[in-house]
């Protein structure tokens, strides 16, 4: 089997174990997915092994009948657990993959002795593999009869109990809603948030402004993992300096720029602050999630992450895990209650109008052909997680909870913010084994004082083990899966094309980044009313623009969709700055104009800057004469997969974004002053985004 689809079969394995008590339907979809499955397993088998038929036909023809003889009949007895719900079936199933893997050992033996020594090493690693697989589709049976025997009905009860004692949202019935404006307490954020804007803005503009000129601008960080954190941070300080990032209503973030604006909100420290955070957790190595190893809290982590959505049938996978990664490295400062940290906590935190408004992106993604996907769009803010495509919506707190024709069936614990990272970051998310450092022998030394306890080890364990044992090379971790709020849902809502959404279960979640890198969507929302998006891009394709371009466009495309108007940006400045585009619709005026700030290197730029005593101290400060980025990109520690920075590194990078928006801004403040402060004889109303 291929390692990319041995982890996901593995995952779906761990999915069907954390069942809730006399749930079927999630086991049953999961047979279905195996069963599925064992014809793709036969067609990479053969693909994989096609080096062996050159090597020895005889041996290969053999390996193939009988592998594919045994997994005709799992398939088969798959089939019938999914027809008869005979558990005898998945007994069978345990047994032939034992015959499976004796199967394979025999062939291997008997190869050992016709095989080159290299050819013999390449067959082994294969068989390999696949025994690990087998070895995990044992917990179908296994998980579930342990978990029976241990009182997991005992378990479920009391410990359910518990968790809705501390749950302040658990008289609550979630309802999904649908319209396309902004929510009413979103409306009262920015009247808090106004007089903040206008002392922002008369400060960078310099001048005193009429309440007609006053408008809201967006800061849209985009994704690259670690690189993106540490530029966002970068470009958001040199924002705050000039008074622009007072100026700002909104921040719109994708991917590692996520991290970044949730580490501001939740720890609550200035930029500054936060900057001497992270360098406080670089030094002491707390930074760099593949050195994090065994230091993960084993009870934290079974009473923070997996039991909880263990007992309300929630299912649990690699992103959990990573999650709890991410809230380790990046919110030490709030100790065990790192992992208790939630997105319906933030309101507290920002109500008040002293910081922008938080948005948090995601797609949720599904077949439509043979590898075609479709993409929806999901906001996650404070107050409400929304399809951007659909505008159906429902609260925060209830992400995750499960629904039926609209409404919430029983309220759960909010999912951990550590783990809305996870799938808001998971394109970066590199081979688990550099990541998951939880060793088995750890859990071994755990002693279990009650039934609940053993109960909770032992699921635990499953979990872990189905993980920790998998070989999957370069593989990325497995998608997030959530309990979807639009099951059955009523007929009068308009899903505009996506009416999938109403026969599915669990919804697949992704890192946005998979369709495209700047989150300019969210901005553009009815009731926002935005006039300057200021991008601070972090992608790999800075240079050619590649990724914004692209985003760009669907941007357009999505604007034209839902609000029946047209937007056609233009490259407005002369191009001879690497680090800054100006874009506007020549036809529009009021569609928002668009300053793109990158990390790229400009020479003349720094020339520039060795005229201006400012400036030149932050090429002094940061050593950023002879700093590449583009090769650090390509070669260096920016690399989007790299979680290892050094101090030196993380304050160059940081520079850099720092250095080429604090450059720009006299140029930003010209383009700001011509595109809207002259048109100050515009009615008021005509300042509005054409709604």
């Given amino acids: 089997m291929g390692k990319n689809n041995c982890f996901l079969l593995i995952l779906v394995l761990a999915t069907i174990s954390f069942t809730k008590t006399g749930s079927e339907e999630l086991l049953m979809g999961a047979v279905d997915y195996l069963a599925g499955m064992m014809p793709i397993i036969s067609e990479d088998i053969k693909k994989r092994l096609g080096w062996l038929g050159a090597s020895d036909p005889v041996l290969y023809n053999d390996f193939q009948q009988k ?42 033996a008997q190869a050992e002795k016709k095989l080159s020594a290299q050819d013999f090493a390449k067959l082994k690693l294969e068989i390999e593999s696949r025994q690990v697989v087998a070895k995990k589709e044992l917990m179908i049976v296994r998980l579930k009869d342990t978990l029976t025997t241990l009182g997991k009905t005992y378990a479920t009860t009391h410990y359910k109990q518990k968790l809705n004692e501390q ?13 396309t404006d902004i929510t009413y307490f979103e409306k009262i954020f920015q009247q808090k948030r106004y007089p903040f804007i206008k002392r922002g ?49 909104y921040i719109s973030t994708l991917s590692g720029s996520t991290w970044l604006l949730g580490s501001w ?72 209650q790192r992992q208790k940290q939630h997105l319906s906590d933030q309101w507290t935190k920002i109500q008040n109008g002293l910081k922008p408004f938080p948005l948090y992106t995601a797609v949720s993604m599904h077949s439509v052909g043979e590898k ?37 069936i029983q309220p759960a614990p909010e999912q951990s913010f550590g783990y809305l990272m996870g799938i808001f970051g998971s394109a970066y998310a590199v081979n688990f084994k550099d990541i998951y450092r939880i060793k088995i ?100 394709g800075a240079e050619t623009a590649k990724d914004f371009l692209v985003s760009v466009k669907a941007t357009q495309d999505y604007y034209k969709a839902h609000y029946n108007q047209e937007l056609h940006y233009t490259r407005v400045d002369n191009g001879s700055n690497k680090t800054l585009r100006l874009y506007k619709d020549l036809k529009n005026p009021n569609a928002p104009r668009i300053i793109l700030v990158n990390y790229l290197y400009d020479e003349n730029l720094i020339k520039r800057a060795e005229q201006n005593s400012e400036l030149k101290e932050i090429l002094d400060t940061y050593n950023l004469r002879n700093f590449n980025s583009l090769d650090c990109v390509a070669n260096g520690f920016c690399n989007t997969f790299n979680f290892n920075y050094t101090k030196d590194n993380f304050l160059q990078l940081l520079g850099i974004g720092y250095f080429n928006m604090k450059a720009n801004e006299s140029v930003i403040k010209q383009f700001i002053k011509d595109e809207l402060i002259s048109m100050e004889a515009m009615e008021a109303e005509e300042l509005g985004f054409g709604f």
């Fill in 441 to 540: 022998d750890e859990l071994n030394k755990v002693k279990p004082s009650s039934t609940l306890d053993t109960v909770q080890l032992t699921a635990t364990k499953e979990l872990l083990r189905s993980i920790s044992e998998l070989t999957i090379g370069p593989s990325r971790i497995s998608p997030a899966q959530l309990n979807t709020p639009f099951k059955n849902i009523a007929d009068v809502f308009d899903l505009k094309g996506d009416e999938w959404l109403k026969n599915r279960q669990y919804l697949t979640f992704v890192d946005g980044g998979i369709d495209f890198n700047i989150p300019i969507k969210p901005v553009l929302r009815k009731g926002r009313d935005v006039k300057v998006i200021i991008i601070g891009e972090s992608s790999g």
């Fill in 372 to 408: 075609e996907y479709r993409y929806n769009w999901y906001e996650f803010n404070p107050l409400e997680v929304r399809n951007l495509e659909t505008n159906l919506y429902i609260p925060a707190y209830a992400f995750d909870w499960e629904f039926s024709e609209g409404k919430s």
């Fill in 265 to 336: 909100v939740l720890l609550e420290h200035s930029l500054a602050g936060l900057q001497d955070y992270y360098i406080s957790l670089i030094n002491t190595n707390q930074f760099n999630l593949h050195a994090l190893k065994t230091q993960i809290d084993l009870s934290n982590l079974i009473n923070d992450i997996i039991w909880p959505k263990f007992i309300f049938g929630q299912p649990i996978g690699s992103v959990d895990l990573y999650g709890s990664l991410l809230a380790r490295a990046l919110f030490t400062q709030l100790g065990d």
């Fill in 167 to 179: 749950n302040p949202h658990k008289n609550a019935q979630a309802i999904v809603k649908q319209d």
């Fill in 201 to 249: 803005l008369e400060q960078f503009l310099g001048m005193p402004l009429s309440s007609a000129q006053i408008f809201n601008t967006a800061f849209v960080g985009t994704g690259g993992g670690y690189r993106a954190m540490t530029l966002t941070l970068g470009y958001l300080r040199a924002l705050q300096e000039s008074g622009l990032l007072d100026a700002t209503m």
């Fill in 67 to 108: 592998t594919a003889a045994l997994e005709k009949q799992i398939q088969q007895e798959l089939l019938n657990y999914k027809k008869a719900k005979d558990k005898k079936s998945l007994e069978r199933v345990n047994v032939l993959l034992d015959q499976l893997r004796e199967e394979q050992n025999a062939l291997l």
